[in-house]
Nanobody, 122 residues
Framework: QVQLVESGGGLVQAGGSLRLSCVASGSIFSINVMGWYRQAPGKQRELVAALSSGGSTNYADSVKGRFTISRDNAKNTVYLQMSSLKPEDTAVYYC????????????????WGQGTLVTVSS
């Protein structure tokens, strides 16, 4: 079983910054992709940013140039540095991991964190 625990959410004024962290623990051999998704009230969950073990990144157009994803593979941790925050960034942010539970397994499994709320006031 794998657990993802996010931290770092909170209330910030527009133009401010926050840094989210997510630590993965449990039955993990290696993690392929770690990423952040968000879900605003009344909207579908959407990808914010993802980072592969090889260093490839994928960002939503709405956050390019403002958010930066990074990870510490040794600690199974992923970060999301958010700058120039806007009220429309307000959402619950979820960490996601695409991982191999054991060596030699060809298919990855997926885990989600419980979410952390980010509120940006205008």
């Amino acid at each position: 079983q794998v657990q993802l625990v996010e931290s770092g959410g909170g209330l910030v004024q527009a133009g401010g910054s926050l840094r989210l962290s997510c630590v993965a623990s449990g039955s993990i051999f290696s993690i392929n992709v770690m990423g952040w998704y968000r879900q605003a009230p009344g909207k579908q969950r959407e990808l914010v940013a993802a980072l592969s073990s090889g260093g490839s990144t994928n960002y939503a157009d709405s956050v390019k140039g403002r958010f930066t994803i990074s990870r510490d593979n040794a600690k199974n941790t992923v970060y999301l540095q958010m700058s120039s925050l806007k009220p429309e960034d307000t959402a619950v942010y979820y960490c996601n991991a695409d991982y191999f539970p054991t060596p030699g397994q060809y298919n990855t499994l997926h885990a989600w964190g419980q979410g952390t709320l980010v509120t940006v006031s205008s």
